[in-house]
Nanobody, 125 residues
């Protein structure tokens, strides 16, 4: 069993930065591919980034590539999302999620095993 909790959201001006954190409980955090997703009002949830269980592989949505960086610290049971050069269109509730599928078979459309409660990110123009 893994429980996830996001933090670090807030209000920032366009061009600014935020760092989101996702803290996990449970003994098997290091077994999971971890992903970040977001959902804007009136829109479907979309994939943002993912990182393999060991941290050696990463994947990003085209819309955030070059601006966002995902990382993880398995000893601290934490995954972070560093968001730079934020745009108003990045405004959304951001969720972290864990998937026990191996990296080779990982797809953002997988039914992830665990989800956090989300943290709001608002980027003003």
């Amino acid at each position: 069993q893994v429980q996830l909790g996001e933090s670090g959201g807030g209000l920032v001006q366009a061009g600014g930065s935020l760092r989101l954190s996702c803290a996990a409980s449970g003994r098997t955090f290091s077994d999971y591919v971890m992903g970040w997703f977001r959902q804007a009002p009136g829109k479907a949830r979309e994939f943002v980034a993912a990182i393999s269980s060991g941290g050696g592989n990463k994947r990003y949505a085209d819309s955030v590539k070059g601006r966002f960086t995902i990382s993880r610290d398995n000893a601290k049971k934490m995954v972070t999302l560093q968001m730079n050069s934020l745009k108003p269109e990045d405004t959304a509730v951001y969720y972290c999620a864990g998937d026990r599928t191996g990296w080779t078979d990982y797809r953002p459309t997988n039914d992830h095993d665990y989800w956090g409660q989300g943290t709001q990110v608002t980027v003003s123009s």
